[in-house]
């Protein structure tokens, strides 16, 4: 027996029946994609690129002055009393700095304070100059594997007489442990000049006014003009008498006054 539904000509539009044959099938596809079969084959090791990213990655953690261990921890990595040395010198008179590189007036001081320049063989010129050939032409700074380029150009300058490798060794050796040297607050020298300027007895017009006899300081009375608020004209030598005169004398109850009329 035919479908009533077929025969109806309302119902048998072709775009209907295109429409339920696409939902059929968008059915059948879902169903397929719903539960993906479980595969039996094993899991493949890891390609040696992979192996490659991850040595490269534990090299540059190891670099950085860290290493990876178990659970994310972030281990210290020892480092030699060369680099220490480089590192103190680097951050000294500098707030921001971290340690990586150094700037020339510190590289300087470095030279200075651990004995490589002697005045002789080895120049404050001879430092600059080999700072500004071992550094890069866009940075102002060198890196630790630049500083160690550049003291074995001064090693061998400062030991002529020893190889290469010695020379090296003998200056690595000047700066290991060492850390930059800190002098004391520099003292002012008295002069003439100076004693001059300083001696308030000396001090002329309104200068003068800002000191008392004894050379201290008066203050804000000294630099400003104050006002007097007493109600007494300037130059008025007999502030406070009035309250002597109008005081009454004391004596015993009936007793005149301590003066008498003549007759």
Known sequence: MADPKLAD???????LAELRDSMADFTVQTAK?????ISSTPLRPPSEQQSKDRASKRLS??????SEGGAGSRTPVEITALEESFRRFAIHGDTRATGKDMHGKNWSKLCKDCGIIDGKTVTLTDVDIVFTK????????ITFDEFKAAVGELASKRFKEKTGEEAEGEVFRMIEGKKPVIKGVTR????PTVSRLTDTTKFTGSH???FDESGRGKGKAGRVDMVDTSGYVAGYKHLGSYEKKVTKPTGPPG??????WAP
């Open 33 to 37: 994609h719903s539960n993906p079969p």
């Open 9 to 15: 000509p309302k119902l048998a539009d072709p775009k």
């Open 188 to 191: 002012a020298v008295a002069s």
């Open 134 to 141: 071992v550094k890069k032409k866009s940075c102002r700074t």
């Open 208 to 210: 003068k006014e800002r």
């Open 255 to 260: 007793a005149g006054p301590p003066w008498s």
């Open 61 to 66: 953690s190891e670099s950085n002055g860290t």
